[in-house]
């Protein structure tokens, strides 16, 4: 299409780039050097193209359904129909992929399953699209899909939930109709959370829902996930600490395995260092890396504090498909919250703010004003249908 230079970008070529896209004029730069050595930037190969999703939604494993979702979004990015893929094409379409607008990135979507571009979904269309996603790990992040469902079982799956998008029953799925049922199913999400651990609602596993996970912070399996979060001054690590050590599961503090990396002195602990040396806030992309090797190590149950903490970090892992299965926001009436200055205190409000649009059906608030001992009982009390849920999955082992 319209960048043909072949060794740098020109300022004519960044400009116009940065008019299309949603990307600044270093991360142009970055993405331009990562597809050194392809034919005149106007030959991308596949495989950068699935690195480069791999990254942006923290995939670390190639899936067998990887080749066939690339295949497809190679052939969106493919605008002028010409068989390959240049550098203007690759940086629009994962602008808008990526970066986009909630509209913009549907509209992507929608079209991933209309594999014949006629405008509707077929079932068949349908079908094909979430046996690729049952089968890859990026597609359900991308798709905002996360299946826990068995071969025996997802026929059945597809056939319900095509038939509750579908609502005029005439046989296809039009984009109206795509994004209605993204909608409903936000809406819906509190409703999701009351149905029983042993029998949970197909609708959890919606192809538009974007808050739930079972796949969360990364690849862990399925255990017990809980986030502790809350103002500076609400003790947030002695109470994380009380609840993991009652329910006998490890405690995370995010301050803490920093400090641990930072004196391990590997590539990411330098990092971290630098910044706790300064005093300053460590950048949201070292702390989430160092948390996500903690936690591999692991397993499935633990309960965490410290992250996140800001609104930029609960973006963060929304983009990383990040979910724990439970949260506990401590909150403080604003005459107790004198120990956060007044920037600190506007900057948790916009944080709450954040996490409860993106994560709003796995909160508990609790009010961390009480003395701590009812604090930590009233946490573990509403973790309980988790343990109950847990401790039937455990027995079903």
């Known amino acids: 299409m319209g ?22 004029e270093d991360e142009l730069r970055k993405l331009w050097r990562e597809c050194e050595g392809h034919k005149n930037h106007s030959q991308l190969k596949r495989a950068t193209i699935l690195s480069t999703l791999r990254k942006a939604y ?15 979004i190679c052939s969106l990015l493919d605008s002028d129909g010409n068989g390959s893929i240049d550098f203007q094409e690759f940086v629009v379409g994962m602008s808008v992929l990526i970066k986009g607008t909630e509209r913009t990135k549907l509209e992507f979507l929608f079209r991933l399953y209309d594999a014949d571009s006629n405008g509707v979904i077929t079932t068949s269309e349908f079908s094909q699209m979430i046996k690729i996603v049952a089968s890859s790990r990026l597609a359900q992040s991308i798709l905002r899909i996360r299946l826990d469902l068995n071969k025996t079982t997802i026929d059945k799956w597809i056939e319900k939930e095509f038939k509750a998008t579908d609502v005029n029953q005439d046989g296809v799925i039009t984009l109206s109709e795509y994004m209605n049922r993204v909608t409903q199913v936000i809406e819906e999400a509190p409703s999701i959370k009351e149905e029983t651990a042993e029998e949970p609602s197909d ?7 974007l808050n739930k996970s079972n796949d969360s912070f990364g690849n862990l399996k399925q255990g017990f996930k809980v986030i502790v979060a809350g103002p500076k001054s609400s003790q947030k690590d002695r109470i ?14 995010t301050m803490g395995i920093m400090q641990e990396e930072a004196e391990s002195k590997t590539c990411l602990g330098l990092k971290c260092k630098h910044y706790l040396d300064r005093g300053t806030d460590v950048p949201d992309d070292v702390v989430a ?10 397993g499935a149950d633990w ?6 903490f800001t609104e930029g970090q609960v973006l963060y892992m929304n983009q990383a498909g990040w979910v724990p299965d439970q949260i506990i926001l401590l909150c403080l009436p604003k005459s107790q919250n ?5 920037e600190a205190v506007k900057k948790h409000n916009k944080f709450e703010a954040c996490l409860t649009r993106m994560y709003g059906d796995t909160i508990h608030k609790v009010d961390a004003s ?12 509403l973790l309980e249908p988790l343990q109950k849920n847990q401790r039937v999955r455990k027995e079903s082992v």
């Open 289 to 298: 890396s160092i948390l996500e090797n903690k936690l591999d190590s692991l």
């Open 370 to 381: 009480e003395p701590f001992g009812d604090v930590v009982h009233k946490s573990i009390m």
């Open 58 to 72: 923290r995939i670390k494993h190639k899936d067998p359904g990887d080749d066939e979702l690339t295949t497809r």
């Open 303 to 308: 309960v965490l504090d410290g992250f996140p």
């Open 240 to 253: 994380a600490e009380a609840i993991a050590s009652t329910l006998g599961v490890p405690h995370i503090s």
């Open 203 to 209: 609708d959890s596993f919606a192809l538009g829902d």
């Open 3 to 24: 960048v043909h230079s072949s060794k740098n970008l020109s300022k004519k070529e960044l400009d116009a780039l940065q008019q299309q896209t949603k990307y600044s």
């Open 338 to 342: 004198e120990e956060d200055s007044e």
